[in-house]
């Protein structure tokens, strides 16, 4: 088990200050990270805590999964890896373009 958890189904109005403090009864928290739209930067609901130990998080997970945090019920469990993102950049072009219109002879 990692020290890294999921905690999805998060109220709109819980901080990162708000998440560590409750998540910090069960042990060292080194990180909080509530995840936010880029263009708004409303939180989208979830997030993750890192603990400083794996006894630590187990406890956080068996202890907060499934507990109410401002009318929520929370999913906590631990963070699966991040999937690779198919990064290129470049975007295919199909068809037309640069032709213009008009009538031609």
Do not use: C, H, W
Request: no cysteine.
């Amino acid at each position: 088990m990692g020290k890294k958890l999921y905690v999805g189904n998060l109220p709109f109005s819980a901080t990162e200050d708000s998440l560590k403090e409750t998540f910090s009864r069960f042990g060292t928290v080194e990180s909080v990270n509530i995840i936010t739209d880029r263009y708004t930067g409303q939180s989208k609901g979830f997030g993750f805590i890192e603990f400083s130990t794996k006894q630590d998080a187990a406890e956080a997970i068996s202890k907060m999964n499934s507990a109410e945090m401002d009318g929520r019920t929370l999913k906590v469990s631990e963070a699966l890896p991040q999937a690779p993102r198919d990064g290129g950049g470049a975007r295919r072009s199909y068809g037309g373009g640069g032709r213009g219109g008009g009538f031609r002879r």
